[in-house]
């Protein structure tokens, strides 16, 4: 696999959608049951991620969100990290995909930003994550689905002390800018970002194209990629029109989307949520072949 900062600012690259609305109508519905899928039946996740391959995502994504140890014990998994990694890396990897990211998802503690104990006890659950793929082979980690800024920090810190390898980061954001956590700003987030050494900025949205274009545009204000993720409320191609509610209803949508986010300054795309691969198809289609348009940065 080539690697994946040499193609920075450059290659427009699409990120596999999720594996997990493919394993649900297999019946993998209930918590746990991904990371069930990744270690017993990892002919199931395959399948998910060649289907994306298939369709043209450059980059997929592991199936592995929850494997902080927090996450895992709450599973009943808390001594199957090692063995989830490497399950899921080999799956992805056997695929041959130009680049491997592993998802990192929030650890789900509580965190007192104020507490040094606190902290480090969150930084801990992401360095003990980064650390179990010491040896593996994966282009970058993908910290993402994250909040608010106290707890991405962490996470930042927590991967920066074990490995040197990518890291991108991404935010759950509103329309008008706002966090999930419903407190947070998207530049309190990008100012994280950029001190605490992530190497791609990204957020997720479920907000009409505009809103995720002035989103993408925003991110696009720092010198580091951006990562543009289009969060699909509900797949419903009988839906017929976009809606505020639902924006991206079914796979054509992400063709118009992912042009006018190649324009706001968006190089990485993905459709996340409720999206199917053909999502990835559509976003890859319609990019193919184009550079990244940041006339702002000097190669």
Do not use: W
């Not at 998207?186 to 194209?209: C, D, H, I, R, Y």
């Not at 006018?260 to 409720?274: D, H, I, N, S, W």
Request: net charge negative; charged share 20%; with cysteine.
């Amino acid at each position: 696999m080539p690697d994946i900062q040499l193609r920075f600012h450059r290659d427009m690259l699409v990120l596999s959608s999720p594996v997990a609305p493919v394993l649900a109508r297999q019946g993998f519905t209930e918590a746990g049951d991904v990371e069930y899928a990744t270690l017993m039946e990892p002919e199931a996740v395959e399948d998910a991620l060649r289907l994306n391959l298939v369709a043209g995502a450059q980059c997929l994504v592991t199936e592995t969100a929850g494997m902080t140890p927090a996450r895992l014990a709450h599973h009943g998994m808390a001594d199957r990290m090692p063995e989830l990694v490497k399950a899921a890396l080999d799956t992805a990897n056997k695929l041959r995909p130009q680049h491997v990211l592993v998802e990192i998802g929030p650890c789900g503690l509580p965190l007192d930003p104020s507490s040094k104990a606190s902290l480090n006890e969150n930084r801990d659950q992401y360095a003990r994550a980064a650390r179990a793929c010491e040896g593996m082979q994966l282009d970058a980690f993908f910290l993402n689905g994250f909040a608010n800024p106290s707890d991405l920090k962490c996470a930042l810190m927590g991967v920066r002390q074990v490995s040197g390898l990518p890291v991108f980061a991404s935010v759950d954001v509103a329309a008008d800018g706002t966090l999930a956590d419903g407190r947070s700003t998207f530049a309190e987030a990008l100012s994280v970002m950029a001190e605490f050494e992530a190497s791609v900025a990204g957020f997720s949205t479920k907000a009409p194209l505009a809103d995720a274009c002035a989103l993408a545009k925003q991110a696009a204000t720092t010198p580091l990629p951006v990562l543009a993720q289009l969060d699909v409320v509900r797949h419903d191609p009988k839906q017929g029109q976009a809606t505020e509610e639902n924006p991206y209803y079914c796979p054509d949508v992400a063709v118009d989307a992912a042009l006018a986010l190649r324009a706001a300054g968006a190089q990485f795309l993905r459709a996340t949520g409720a999206a199917t691969p053909a999502y990835a198809g559509a976003l890859a289609a319609a990019v193919d072949g184009t550079d990244a348009h940041r006339p702002d940065v000097e190669l």
